[in-house]
C-alpha cells in the first residue's frame, strides 16, 4: 500500500474517532514512515525537522490572536452582536429570524471573503467576530454547521479565484510560476476563466448548505454561551474609534513589510498607547489572546511535521506516478484521477499552496501528453491543490471556524467542521474541476 495513502487514512480515521488532531498527525506521519520502509528513527529524525516549518505560521497566529483579543477588549465585535440581539428581540415571526439568519451569513462571508484579501489578516478575524455572535444565533437556533461551512467558503474562495491579497500569491506566484516552469507558456492565460467552474462549485456548495442541509433549527445550551461570551464589555465611541484606527494600522504595516507578525503587534502597540488596554493588563490579555489560537498554532506546526515524512518516503511521486499508469489513454480518467490524488495530499498536508509546487511538475507534462488545452491544465492544477483544504483536519480554514464556534464547547471540530465543508465543497470541487478539464 502507499505510504503517502497509508498514512493519510490513519489520521483521518483517528480524527473521525475524535482523537485530537495532533496525535492523528504524528501517529499518521509515523505509520507512513514506516510502511515506506524507513527507519522508526529516520521518519522521527524527518517529522522532527520539518516542525520548523510551521513555527512561523504559528507565531503569526499566536500574535495574531492577541491582537483580536485587544480588538474584543474595545467593544468593536459585541456592539456589533448587541445591535444584532436588539434586532432579533424585536422580531416573532419565522420569516424575519430567517432574514436575520440569511443577513449573519452575508456578513460572515463578506469578512471572510475581505480577510483573504482586503484585509489580509486570514483567520484572525474568527476568534474576534464569532464568538460574542453565538448568543445570538443560539436565539435564532442557527446551526453551526452552517455557519462553519460559510466561514470556510469565504476563506477558501476567494484565493482560488480572484487574484489579489492571498490569491495572488496562490494563483500567480505559484499556481502559474510552476505550470510555466514545467514547460507552458501562461501568457495571455486568463486565471480567473481558468478556476471560474471550480469556484462555481464552492458556491454550489455554500448554496446547498444555506439552503437545503442546515436550514433547519438546531438547539445549544445558552448557559454555556453566557458563561463564556455574555460578559459584560463596555465600550463608547472612542474605544470603537480606535479599534478602527488599529486594524487599519495593523492592515497597512502588514503590506509594507509583508509581515502579519508585525501588523498585529503595531495594532496590540497601538491600543496600548491609547489606554483601550491598559498597561498593567497587557501582558495578561497578550497570554490570553496566545492562547486562543495556540492549538492551532500546534497542528500547524505537526502538520508540517507531518508533511516533511511524506516527502521523505518518496512516496508521494510514486503514488502520482501509479496513478499514471492506470490511466492509459483515457482523458476523463485522467482528469478524476489527478484531482483525487491532489485530494489525499491536501487533506493529509493541510496546505494547498503547499500541494501546487508537488504536483505541477508530473501533472503538467502528462497533461500536455494527452492533450489538454494550457487553460485546462491551469485548471486541472489550480483545483487538485485547492481540494482538500475544506474538509482537511490540520488545515487552517477548517481549524478557523472551529476556533471561533467552539469557545463553549458545543462544536465539535471534526464531525461539526470538517465533515460538513468535506462534503459540501470537496464533492462539488471534483465535479466542477473535472468538467472545467474537459470543456477549456
Known sequence: MNAVVAAVAIMLVLSLCRIHVVVALIVGALAGGLVSGMSLEATINAFNSGLGGGATVALSYAVLGAFAVA??????????ADKALALVGRQDDHAAANGIRLLIVGVLIA???????????????????????????????MDRRLVACVLTFGLITPYMFLPVGFGGIYLNEIL??????????????????????????????????????????????????SRTERVTVSYNGLTLVMALIAIVAAFV??????????????????????????????????????????????????????AEVMRETGEIQSLVESSVAAIGDNRALAALLMLVVGLLITMGIGSSFSTIPIIAALYVPLALQMGFSPLAIVALVGTAGALGDAGS?????????????????????????????FLHYNLPLLVFGWVAAMVL
Open 71 to 80: 480588538i474584543g477588549k474595545s467593544g468593536l465585535a459585541h456592539a456589533l
Open 111 to 141: 469578512i471572510a471573503m475581505s480577510s483573504q484579501n482586503i484585509l489580509p489578516i486570514h483567520i484572525a478575524f474568527i476568534p474576534l467576530v464569532v464568538p460574542p455572535l453565538l448568543y445570538v444565533m443560539a436565539k435564532l437556533k
Open 176 to 225: 502559474l510560476a510552476n505550470v510555466s516552469n514545467n514547460g507552458i507558456s501562461t501568457d495571455g492565460l486568463n486565471v480567473m476563466t481558468a478556476m471560474a467552474l471550480p469556484a462555481l462549485g464552492m458556491l454550489t456548495g455554500l448554496l446547498v448548505a444555506v439552503f437545503i442541509s442546515y436550514r433547519g433549527d438546531r438547539s445549544y445550551n445558552l448557559e454555556a454561551i
Open 253 to 306: 504595516v502588514q503590506l509594507w513589510l509583508d509581515s502579519m507578525i508585525l501588523g498585529a503587534l503595531t495594532g496590540f502597540v497601538l491600543f496600548n498607547l491609547s489606554g483601550v488596554v491598559k498597561w498593567k493588563e497587557a501582558d495578561d490579555l497578550f497570554t490570553e489572546g496566545m492562547k486562543m489560537l495556540a492549538m492551532i498554532g500546534f497542528i500547524m506546526i505537526a502538520a508540517s511535521g507531518f
Open 393 to 421: 483536519p490540520a488545515s487552517d480554514s477548517t481549524l478557523g471556524p472551529t476556533a471561533g464556534l467552539n469557545v463553549d464547547g458545543q462544536h465539535n471540530h471534526i464531525w461539526d467542521t470538517v465533515v460538513p465543508t
